[in-house]
C-alpha cells in the first residue's frame, strides 16, 4: 500500500521560504511515477504546484516557476518543495502526491501552512 | 494557464443521476485524452474516481462514468447516494510545462 506523508513547519513568515517533505512508503520512487505538490487555500480549489519525475526531471506550474524547487532523494524515499518569497496568498493545505500522466493516485493527508508574522 | 471551468453546484435526488461539467480549451481538455476526476470530502484528500477520461480505479462504483467532447469533458455519477455528496474536481494535462491543471470544482448534494 503506497503512502504519503507531508512534514514541515505550519506557521512561515511573509517572505520567507516556505519547505515540506514528502516521505514515501510502500512504493520506491525510483521505480517511476511523478510524484509532486499540490495545494488548496481555506475554502478554495486545487492547484498543481510542481512535480519531479522518477528521473529527475522537474515540472512546475508557470504561475509560481519562479519561486519553486521540487528535489528527491531516492536514498530516503523522499522528495521535498521549497516555495520562496512568500506571502498570506500561499496559505493553503499542501499535499504531496503520486501520479501520471493528468492523474494523481496516491496523496498524503495534506498539511496547513500558515504565512503570517 | 487558467483553471477549467466547472459548476459551482450540482444537485439530484437519491437514486437520480447528476452530470457535472469541465470546460477547457484545445490546449488542454480538448487536446488529449488525460482527463481525470477527485471525490474529496471536507478535511481529507482527493481520491481518484476517473483518470484517461473513462477509466476507472479499481474499487471505484461503476455509478461513476467520464466522457469527453471536444473542449469539455463530463463526470455522471448515477443511482446517486448520500455518499456521493462531496466536492468534485477535474484536471487535464495541458502540455509537458503543465502536468496538471485542476477545474473550479462542483459541490454535489444528494437532495
Known amino acids: 500500500q503506497v503512502q504519503l506523508q507531508e512534514s514541515g513547519p505550519g506557521l512561515v513568515k511573509p517572505s520567507e521560504t516556505l519547505s515540506l517533505t514528502c516521505a514515501v512508503s510502500g512504493f520506491s520512487i525510483s521505480s517511476g511515477y511523478y510524484w509532486g505538490w499540490i495545494r488548496q487555500p481555506p475554502g478554495k480549489g486545487l492547484e498543481w504546484i510542481g512535480s519531479?519525475?522518477?528521473?529527475?526531471?522537474?515540472y512546475y506550474n508557470p504561475s509560481l516557476k519562479s519561486r519553486v524547487t521540487i528535489s528527491v532523494d531516492t536514498s530516503k524515499n523522499q522528495f521535498s518543495l521549497k516555495l520562496s518569497s512568500v506571502t498570506a496568498a500561499d496559505t493553503a493545505v499542501y499535499y504531496c502526491?503520486?501520479?501520471?500522466?493528468?492523474?494523481?493516485?496516491?496523496w498524503g493527508q495534506g498539511t496547513l501552512v500558515t504565512v503570517s508574522s | 494557464q487558467s483553471a477549467l471551468t466547472q459548476p459551482p453546484s450540482a444537485s439530484g435526488s437519491p437514486g437520480q443521476s447528476v452530470t457535472i461539467s469541465c470546460t477547457g480549451t484545445s490546449s488542454d481538455v480538448g487536446g488529449y485524452n488525460y482527463v481525470a476526476w477527485y471525490q474529496q470530502y471536507p478535511g481529507k484528500a482527493p481520491k481518484l474516481m476517473i483518470y484517461e477520461v473513462s477509466k476507472r480505479p479499481s474499487g471505484v462504483p461503476d455509478r461513476f462514468s467520464g466522457s469527453k467532447s471536444g473542449n469539455t469533458a463530463s463526470l455522471t455519477v448515477s443511482g446517486l447516494q448520500a455518499e456521493d455528496e462531496a466536492d468534485y474536481y477535474c484536471?487535464?494535462?495541458?502540455?509537458?510545462?503543465?502536468?496538471?491543471?485542476f477545474g473550479t470544482g462542483t459541490k454535489v448534494t444528494v437532495l
Open positions: 484536471s487535464s494535462y495541458a502540455g509537458s510545462n503543465n502536468l496538471y491543471v
Open positions: 519531479i519525475y522518477h528521473s529527475g526531471s522537474t
Open positions: 502526491a503520486r501520479g501520471k500522466t493528468a492523474a494523481v493516485d496516491y
